[in-house]
Every structure is written in structure tokens, then in C-alpha cells.
């Protein structure tokens, strides 16, 4: 039988959240494009699907914007396409999310979901980061969501960190005094704590990522 017309809205949703959970997830991706009924339907899908950590990286030919999608849980590669990545790198990946970010000196940043297209621009730093980006969450979940800037200055010696929350327009900036310098060499972020590691001399410092008005902690030894 032939359905022609308004045909996405004459499929019952049970038969058609049947049909999408059982496609592969690159089949299930090219659904979502159709129409916002079955992006709706495809996304809520993907999201019954156990978690898993999944690896996502460059092809030789990044600068065509082909990527690979790897399921290391079932030994599943999907090659994508996705010519808005071209010559960027990603910083940072959290829930799906990735957290890209462009050469100097433009240095753009914005936040990329491979799996429905989204994009999320961030503002522009007013500082460009020599360190590292990270979020602790999806944006998608904005209070838990905050994206975070590792900086520093030589003169003077200060640990700069800026952060951004989805909704707002502008970079907040933070500043802690170092008697030394430093850099940045990792970072982890939850919805609840930051944590750096720095060197010359090695230091931990870690801060409350839950309240915004609340300034970086000292760097401690």
C-alpha cells in the first residue's frame, strides 16, 4: 500500500517507534532528517538504547569533513560526514555532545551533537584559551550544563578561568593570583566539581561548578 500526501502523519506513533528502534544507528540518523515527527520519534529511540562509550575521530581526510563513529560494544564503524567540522578540532565530549573548537585566531567555539546536527554557538572569548575547554554536561540539561575555559597570564601571574551556562551572551570571568606560573595540563568537570592539574610546581585546584557566583578556589600544592 502506497501512502501519499501528509503520509508521516497517517503512520500510528507505536509502529513507527517500532520500526526506527529496530534500524542501525546510521539508518536511524538519516530517519531523523525526514520530518520533525520522526526526528522527534528517532532521537527518543536512540535515547532507550543502553549507554556505552563511543569513539569518534577524524578521518585521514578531516579536511573533507569525513569522521568515523565507532561502537566498540557491538565492533561497529559508521563513516559521516560532516563538512561544517572541516579543519576544526575537538576539545572536549560530554553526553553525546562534543565541544568544538576553531584555530587562532578566530578561535570559535561551539558545541556539536553528531547524532541530530545540533549546534550551539558559544560567545567569543575575549582571552583566547592556550589551555584546555570542557563542559560537565549536555546543554541540553541547562542546570547542570556549564562550559569552562582554562587560561592563564604571565604578567600578571593568574589563573584565568571563564565559564558559560546555555542562555547566556557573555563569558563570566575568573581570576586567581599565582605565585608561580603555570599550566594546564588536564582537566575533569562534573555537574558539581572542577578540577585542574597544573605544573612548575604540580598543583591541584578545584572549584564549585553549582553556584555562578561562587570564584575559583586557590591552586593549591
Not at 601571574?157 to 570571568?173: F, H, L, M, S
Amino acid at each position: 500500500m502506497c501512502i501519499t500526501g501528509m503520509w508521516n502523519m497517517n503512520i500510528p506513533s507505536v509502529l513507527l517507534l517500532d520500526i526506527l528502534s529496530r534500524l542501525s544507528l546510521k539508518v536511524n540518523i538519516k530517519a531523523s532528517a525526514v520530518c520533525k515527527t520522526w526526528c522527534g520519534a528517532a532521537v527518543s529511540v536512540r535515547k532507550l538504547q543502553p549507554p556505552h562509550p563511543w569513539v569518534f575521530y577524524p578521518l585521514r581526510a578531516a579536511e573533507e569533513g569525513n569522521y568515523l563513529l565507532f561502537d566498540p560494544s557491538r565492533s561497529q564503524t559508521y563513516k559521516l560526514n560532516f563538512p561544517e567540522l572541516k579543519n576544526y578540532g575537538f576539545s572536549y565530549s560530554r553526553d553525546g555532545w562534543l565541544l568544538v573548537v576553531t584555530k587562532a585566531p578566530s578561535r570559535l567555539i561551539f558545541l556539536f551533537n553528531p547524532f541530530t546536527w545540533d549546534h550551539i554557538y558559544l560567545p567569543k572569548l575575549l582571552l583566547p584559551t592556550t589551555a584546555v575547554d570542557c563542559c560537565s554536561a549536555a546543554p541540553t540539561s541547562s542546570a547542570n550544563c556549564l562550559v569552562i575555559s582554562f587560561n592563564y597570564t604571565i604578567s600578571p601571574p593568574d589563573i584565568v578561568i571563564d565559564t558559560w551556562r546555555p542562555g547566556e551572551t557573555i563569558w563570566t570571568t575568573h581570576r586567581s593570583t599565582a605565585s608561580y606560573l603555570v599550566d594546564v595540563h588536564g582537566t575533569t568537570v562534573t555537574s558539581r566539581m572542577a578540577c585542574s592539574i597544573v605544573s612548575a610546581p604540580a598543583a591541584t585546584s578545584g572549584f564549585s561548578t553549582r553556584r555562578r557566583t561562587e570564584k575559583p578556589g586557590k591552586f593549591y600544592r
